[in-house]
């Protein structure tokens, strides 16, 4: 059975596909104002200091593991409650967690295992943790953890925020990975250097039970999209890849097999047909990425299929893995072939199986979502 794309959009199952990334536009400072007091552009240092005073006392937000005990400092913001995101008194119960993380309504062998929501479940680090010759991939560089994603119902860390300055986000625009708060330097193939913020999330929680797994973002766009921005990526390296990026002049979701079935040389992909230039900057969109249990696939935007295709069960035969090795949202598992996510997260959920056309409809449609953000 062939590959079924969406008209406009072609299909790649080529391992020596020559990737070029296009340089970033340089962003406004008079459009686009910074965070008070937030370092930014070609002067900021390398670990930007936290906000100034007033200073609080140390919040705990939970036990980490390994029986280390995070602290996370309030973060002035103009009022509220400052850096306090997850208020440990306020935690759900028990029975409330349960709900949260069991099956999904309607589908009842698909179950949430991540809930990344960046707006309410954050905790920025009192003291950036910078580490240098960090390996990726095909050089050396500077990484800065400046803060924890938290799952709001545990407690637990699900991942790390990488070179973002710590600061409030704005519920209207989510957590921008481009833009002013932002300094994570990398070089692309080409030359070119790009500023990128990143999730790193924590893969050992993405741990599947078969070959179905759905991811579904929430977004806001902040300036127009380009070539080789990775929403989210997650794999073994080459192998077992599920990734939602802009490729090629459309948002394509892209997926592989194991190492034994051929890894990247049996890539397949389907296209959603909308063009990078058809999102609008300003305006929210949830993207949906499902891969079920035969290796079809589908691609929706608020709650509309857009594309699907034969994907893996095109293959003879193919086998993935349960697991993967890492996980990202705003690059690739080559982050010298990734470009910046112009765009701030809503939210990011992972399942542990396939998300139905009508769970979509009804739970990510253009008529839902985002109704109690803010």
Known sequence: H???????????????????????????????????????????????PMMSAPVYPPIPVYPPPHGEQVLYPAIPSGGGDGGRYVDPNALPSAYEAALMHA????????????????????????????????????YKREITHTGDLIDAPTGDRIGKIHDVTPHRADPRQGLRLSGPNVFGKYKTVDGPEVTLGTFELDARKLTVTGTAVSVAVRLVYTAPCVHDAHIFAMGNGWADQFTIAHLDGYLKFSTTPNVASGA???????????????????????????????????????????????????????????????????????????????????????????????????????????????
């Not at 709650?303 to 994907?311: F, P, S, T």
Request: net charge negative.
């Open 103 to 138: 099956a999904v309504a309607g589908t009842s062998s698909v179950r949430r295992i991540m809930l990344v929501d960046p707006i309410n479940a954050v905790g920025w680090l009192g003291e950036p943790r910078t580490r240098t010759g960090v390996a990726d991939y095909t």
């Open 264 to 374: 990247w040389n049996n890539r397949v992909e389907v296209c959603s047909g909308i063009r990078d230039e058809d999102f609008e900057p300003g305006k929210e969109y949830t993207i949906v990425a499902v891969l079920d249990e035969e290796g079809q696939m589908r691609v929706y935007v608020d709650g509309e299929l857009r594309a699907q295709g034969d994907g893996l069960a095109a293959l003879d035969e193919f086998e993935t893995s349960p697991t993967r090795k890492e996980a990202w949202c705003g690059r690739f598992m080559r982050p010298d072939t990734s470009m910046p996510v112009r765009a701030g997260i809503l939210s990011v959920e992972v399942f542990d199986g396939a998300l139905d056309d009508a769970t979509v409809r009804a739970e990510y449609s253009v008529r839902e979502v985002y109704k109690n953000v803010g």
């Open 2 to 48: 062939p590959l079924r794309t969406a008209m406009g959009c072609a299909s790649s199952k080529r391992s020596d596909d020559v990737i070029h990334p296009q340089k970033e536009t340089p962003y406004n400072p008079a459009a686009t104002k910074p965070v008070e007091n937030a370092p930014w552009g070609p002067s900021a240092p390398s670990a930007p």
